[in-house]
């Protein structure tokens, strides 16, 4: 499953974006979809996922009442509505999915991925 992120871009401080992701392809249910970002010579960071029903979401310290994930319809598309961003949110947004969820989230528990999508937070 080839996964196909959009929505990055560069936005001031305070401002909103929102990140979208879907297969390429019709495939089976994805049971968990997430986001990472990877800033340069940082690793991947876990930042919020999303299992099926949409009702159970996952989010990192970091992003928490300030970012939220979403499923969308068809089932296989996921948002990242991303608001109050900081300069510090400023990377390589991936998004990720897996039949199977595992927790702790990890990155190497996601078999997909979608190529990223640069966000530029900067006055």
């Known amino acids: 499953v080839q996964l196909q992120a959009s929505g990055g871009g560069t936005v001031q401080p305070g401002g909103s974006l929102r990140l979208s992701c879907a297969p390429s392809r019709r495939s089976f249910d994805l049971f968990v979809m997430a986001w990472f970002r990877q800033a340069p010579g940082n690793e991947r960071e876990f930042v919020a996922a999303?299992?099926?029903?949409?009702?159970?979401?996952y989010y990192s310290d970091s992003v928490k009442g300030r970012f939220t994930v979403s499923r969308g319809n068809p089932k296989n598309t996921v948002y990242l509505q991303m608001t109050a961003l900081k300069p510090d949110d400023t990377t390589v947004y991936f998004c990720?999915?897996?039949?199977?969820?595992?927790?702790?989230?990890?990155?190497?528990?996601?078999?997909?991925w979608g190529q990223g999508t640069l966000v530029t937070v900067s006055s």
């Open positions: 990720a999915a897996d039949y199977n969820l595992i927790l702790p989230i990890d990155e190497r528990n996601f078999e997909f």
């Open positions: 999303s299992v099926l029903n949409g009702d159970t979401t």
